[in-house]
């Protein structure tokens, strides 16, 4: 079965850092777009970012602009999302997803399939 595996999730303090790793051993990350989403209880998946299969196209979502980073480390087939000054309202499971089709990518969820199981994020203030 096709699928993504997310790690890197925890429990940190307002201001503090994570790194969300990405990988998956079925296919080449490098082929297609892949995107971060998070999904708080009660709230709909969001896109969070997204980076182009061929790496040289980013999405942010407004609200992590300048605090979070995505980036593909191709030797080790994994998308990385690291996340600077963390606050509480960026709590949820982060999930990473391979878009369905090829092309730059919205950042939308509709647009991505084979989800991960998530890791969870927790931001205490």
């Known amino acids: 079965q096709l699928q993504l595996v997310e790690s890197g999730g925890g429990l940190v303090r307002t201001g503090g850092s994570l790194r969300l790793s990405c990988t998956t051993d079925?296919?080449?990350?490098?082929?297609?777009?892949i995107g971060w989403f998070r999904q708080a209880p009660g709230k709909e998946r969001e896109g969070v970012s997204c980076i182009n299969e061929k790496g040289d196209s980013t999405r942010y979502a407004d609200s992590v602009k300048g605090r979070f980073t995505i980036s593909r480390d191709d030797a080790k087939n994994t998308v990385y999302l690291q996340m600077n000054n963390l606050k509480p309202e960026d709590t949820g499971v982060y999930y990473c997803g391979r878009q369905r089709v090829t092309y730059d990518p919205l950042c939308y969820a509709f647009e991505f399939h084979y989800w991960g199981q998530g890791t969870e994020v927790t931001v205490s203030s």
């Open positions: 079925k296919f080449s990350l490098d082929e297609f777009a």
